[in-house]
């Protein structure tokens, strides 16, 4: 028997939405240094672009390439999909990275009290635009996208999907319902592809990333001297068994597993936790 964790993707086309991003760059630089060619779909075609040149620069077995893709549009989803074909051939693995909270659909307060002060927006003040547009963003743009690239891996071998899930989705963190809701029905939808796909050969899992500092939320975490903990970072913090933040390199060896044939053959439906025990921490 081979030895199933030495990842060799060589021959693989791997599609990755959100791929402009942290995790999902870090991601796909790895798909292809294991021999995929990497198809990096983003609404920012810059920044797709940009990590393709990066992983082509670095002398990685795989070709890149970036695409303009709105994961909320059929047509640009099908557009990129015929350009990928054209280049790399079909989609082997998805990868569902694509997704995001939004300002409108975020309280100010953790909980609601009687007396809050006049500035303060509170549940009631949700935007109900917003709230769409976050549910829209990570629901829809996982299930737009694996309506069109998961129908020809379908009776293909080692053809799988994989979504972005998020800690929210097993415990809601408060101030952002719907970021959290919209996760939680990212778990609930990668088993249900598991289930659907089952009998074509279509594997489909999630990763649930726990808390990595970005650009996007280095500024709720930290102070203005991006060192001090403000009082919800030290909270993660506390509530994180390792005691640290999460790395975008931790995500990688998980996904790579999951994707990978020879060692996740029996796989299916499960949403892998990369959180460092947060989600198995009661806080007591």
């Known amino acids: 028997m ?12 791997v599609v990755l939405t959100g791929a ?35 992983i082509n620069a670095s002398g990685a077995a795989g070709k890149a390439a970036g695409y303009l ?19 790399f ?21 953790e909980f609601h009290e009687v007396d809050l002060p006049e500035d303060t927006k509170s549940f009631f003040d949700l935007d109900p635009a917003g709230v769409e547009f976050v549910f829209n963003l990570n629901f829809l743009g996982t299930l737009l996208p694996t309506q069109v690239f998961a129908k020809e891996m379908v009776g293909r071998e080692g053809a799988n999907i994989i979504n972005v899930s998020s800690m929210n989705a097993f415990t809601p963190l408060t101030k952002i319902p719907a970021y959290s809701g919209a996760k ?8 249900w592809l598991a289930v659907h796909f089952s009998h074509v050969g279509v594997r489909c899992n999630a990763i649930a990333p726990g808390f990595l500092v970005s650009n996007q939320n280095i500024d709720l975490m930290f102070e203005a001297d991006h060192e001090t903990l403000k009082p919800r970072g030290e909270k993660i ?10 790395e975008a390199e931790e995500m990688v060896g998980p996904t790579l597993f999951l994707a990978d044939e020879k ?6 439906g499960v949403v ?9 921490y009661s806080g007591v």
């Open 2 to 13: 081979a030895n199933p964790f030495v990842h060799d993707f060589t021959g693989k086309t």
């Open 20 to 54: 402009g991003g942290v995790i999902i760059s870090k991601i796909a630089e790895s798909f292809a240094q294991a021999g995929a060619n990497v198809a990096l779909l983003d609404l920012n075609e810059e920044a797709a672009n940009k990590v393709a040149e990066e």
């Open 69 to 87: 893709c709105n994961v909320l549009e059929l047509e640009s989803i099908q557009a990129a999909h015929d350009a990928i074909k054209a280049d």
């Open 89 to 109: 051939g079909p989609c082997d693995i998805l990868v569902n990275g694509a997704g995001g909270n939004n300002p409108r659909a975020t309280a100010d307060n």
């Open 184 to 191: 939680a029905a990212i778990s609930n939808f990668t088993q």
């Open 237 to 246: 913090i506390r509530n994180t068994p390792m005691g640290r933040f999460g």
């Open 263 to 268: 060692a996740a053959s029996f796989v299916n």
């Open 272 to 280: 892998l936790p990369i959180d460092g025990g947060f989600s198995a």
